[in-house]
């Protein structure tokens, strides 16, 4: 869950997720980068503006953080990053900080609960249990497609959880070696 000061809400990693996806009816194909009503979006971001990357699979971006609990355990504060062009974003990664209470790899399940949503498990990089990532393709209703990469890296004491998603254009640059 997300718990945004001043409000009393409680929403889970899957609700984030969902909501600053692409809704299917929208006319436009990328994200709105002026994201901050923070009733809608509790991120605390750390600029009130767009910012220009180096990287151009990144090209432009807004980042901050936001609390998010897994399983009901204590929320901790994740990095949010959206990545796009000047006309919106495509693309938006998640990370946890160190969580001593997960200590291997995790499966989208276990993330999201019984929210509705189905998926595809399109690669499969987890023979290394202190490193490794899914690929899904993801149907979340009433939003459109998109390829989610759930990746971690695990030390006995605690795990740390990327989810990278992308849309259909920009899932050309998900990193999909198993190494």
């Known amino acids: ?10 929403s889970g990693l899957f609700n984030l997720i969902k909501k600053i996806s692409l809704d299917s009816s929208r ?10 009503k923070t009733s809608a979006y509790p991120i605390k971001w750390q ?7 180096d990287d151009l699979k990144i090209n432009f971006f807004r980042k901050g ?9 204590k929320p901790y504060a994740w990095t949010i990053m959206l990545k796009g062009a000047r006309a919106g974003y495509s693309s938006f990664s998640i990370i946890s900080p160190n969580l001593t209470d997960i200590k291997t790899k995790i499966s989208l399940e276990s993330l999201f609960g019984k929210n509705q949503y189905t998926y595809t498990l399109l690669q499969n990089c987890s023979s290394n249990p202190a490193k490794g990532f899914y690929f899904y393709q993801l149907n979340i209703p009433k939003k459109i497609m998109t390829w989610l990469k759930l990746s971690w890296v695990c030390n006995s004491a605690s795990c740390v ?11 050309q640059y998900a990193d999909l070696n198993c190494k």
């Open 1 to 10: 869950m997300f718990l945004p000061a001043g409000q009393t809400k409680k």
């Open 27 to 36: 006319y436009e194909s990328v994200g709105d980068w002026s994201i901050s």
């Open 47 to 53: 600029s009130d503006r767009l910012e220009m990357s």
């Open 65 to 73: 953080t936001t609390k998010i609990s897994i399983n009901g355990n």
């Open 161 to 171: 959880l990327t989810l990278d998603i992308y849309d259909s254009w920009s899932k």
